[in-house]
């Protein structure tokens, strides 16, 4: 039974209220949402690739320019519900933040630990999906798994090139200090990505290793001061971005966000790996429709998020809290990004 006062639209109020999350990749290469009304979510493929004109003498026909190919991929979201039973003990008590003789009713507390509930339900899938997004931009591809659930490989098609290990005497881990340049690694990765790259983005190790380097410090402009649209937007994404600087105009950029992972902190960031792309990148928030009778009913089906407090009756009555999504991070031109992994 649905509780009558928190009612998915009521609760939409608090979801929308989002806690601030580790969310670099999401914010900077994911601009675009879409929902769906079917539980499969379409990635729309389109090829840009039309040749340049071409010189024909003017008593000559034109020639026809192909038509620009079309493809469209349907993908099948992991479902995501986390759910908190509303522990009635938490009501008999004075709750963090209440005044110390106890100021709230415990129906008060009651309506707060379902507020809670619902606001760490939001953290939870907040964290799935910048890991999503974080993988893709990475890799080119994620694999969801879970408890009960097939596991599902979700892969976008990058070329391997785009996916580079050094390995043996090319790591810059065996490189010497003073004399090697680890910026002409970076420079030759930019050759096959698909679009302009500028922005370098590091794990915390991998840049202490490449900062190491005489040459880089040599090259590394830490235009203090600066204020670019791209250096702004980043600094407000908290204390998990850090900005180092520009080699030539490429932003360099650490980023230390991670994830819970039974109790543990995982990085999204793998360890000594670069990543190289554009800022201007246009990634997908794909949203499958959720698939609950109540949502259909609400004319909810059709969101990326979907709250919901019920009860059931019995000798001991309980409620539960649960937030739905069908969220699938997508890189429709995977091939726009290529990531080094060099120790």
Not at 91 to 106: F, H, M
Not at 122 to 129: C, L, S
Not at 164 to 188: E, F, R
Not at 277 to 290: K, P, T, V
Request: some cysteine; hydrophobic content about 40%; glycine content about 6%.
């Amino acid at each position: 039974m649905l509780d009558p006062i928190f009612t998915p639209r009521a609760l939409l109020g608090v979801v929308n209220k989002r806690a601030r999350l580790s969310s670099f990749f999401l914010d900077t290469f994911f601009p675009n949402v879409y929902t769906f009304r079917t539980e499969k979510v379409s990635l729309d493929v389109i090829d840009d690739a039309v040749d340049s004109a071409m010189f024909i003498a003017p008593e000559v026909d034109g020639q026809v320019i192909k038509t620009r190919g079309y493809e469209t991929r349907d993908l099948t979201p992991a479902s995501l519900k986390p759910k908190h039973m509303v522990d009635p003990k938490k009501t008999l008590k004075r709750l963090p933040g209440e005044a110390v003789n106890g100021s709230l009713s415990q129906a008060q507390r009651r309506e707060a630990v379902i507020v809670q509930n619902i606001m760490d339900e939001e953290k939870a899938i907040a964290q799935t999906e910048e890991w999503m997004a974080s993988q893709a931009v990475i890799f080119g591809q994620y694999t969801c798994e879970g408890t009960e659930f097939e596991k599902i490989n979700v892969d976008f098609g990058r070329s391997a090139a785009n996916n580079i290990t050094l390995t043996g005497a090319a790591l810059w881990s065996a490189q010497d200090k003073a004399t090697y340049d680890p910026c002409v690694d970076i420079t030759n990765a930019t050759a096959v990505c698909e679009s302009g790259v500028n922005i370098a983005v590091f794990d915390q190790a991998g840049y202490n290793l490449f900062i190491s380097f005489k040459k880089v410090t040599d090259k590394l402009e830490t235009r203090r001061g600066s204020s670019s649209a791209l250096e702004t937007a980043l600094k407000d994404l908290g204390k998990d971005v850090s900005i180092k600087g520009y080699l030539g105009d490429v932003l360099i950029v650490v980023y230390t966000g991670y994830r819970i992972v039974n109790g543990t902190k995982a990085p999204y960031m793998p360890a000594n790996t670069v990543v190289l792309g554009h800022s201007d990148y246009q990634g997908a928030r794909l949203y499958g429709a959720i698939l609950d009778d109540d949502a259909i009913k609400d004319g909810l089906s059709e969101t990326d998020r979907y709250p919901k407090v019920y009860s059931t009756v019995g000798d001991v009555s309980r409620t539960f809290t649960v937030l739905k999504s069908a969220p699938l991070m997508a890189t429709p031109n995977p091939d726009e990004f290529v990531t080094i992994t060099f120790a």
